[in-house]
């Protein structure tokens, strides 16, 4: 079973790793990411952003939590 320790450090690194990947997807220029196909890029709102990010941890949170530390009550 994993220790608190180790699900924290593993939390940690995936949002370090989200946060670099996404970096890197910023720095790549205009062009490069331009289509000719018929789907065009809407802008969002970054509360819409920051919010859709925050239910995602949140339900990611809550399975890790599921599946890893809870403890069935002893019937």
């Known amino acids: 079973m994993f220790s608190k320790k180790m699900l924290w450090v593993s939390l940690i690194a995936l949002v370090l790793l989200t946060g670099i990947s996404s970096v890197a997807l910023a720095k790549i220029p205009a062009s490069a990411l ?42």
């Open 34 to 75: 331009e289509q000719t196909s018929q789907f065009h890029c809407i802008e969002q709102p970054l509360g819409l952003k920051v919010g859709v990010a925050m239910v995602g941890f949140a339900l990611i949170g809550l399975e890790l939590w599921w599946f890893l530390l809870y403890k069935s009550p002893k019937s």
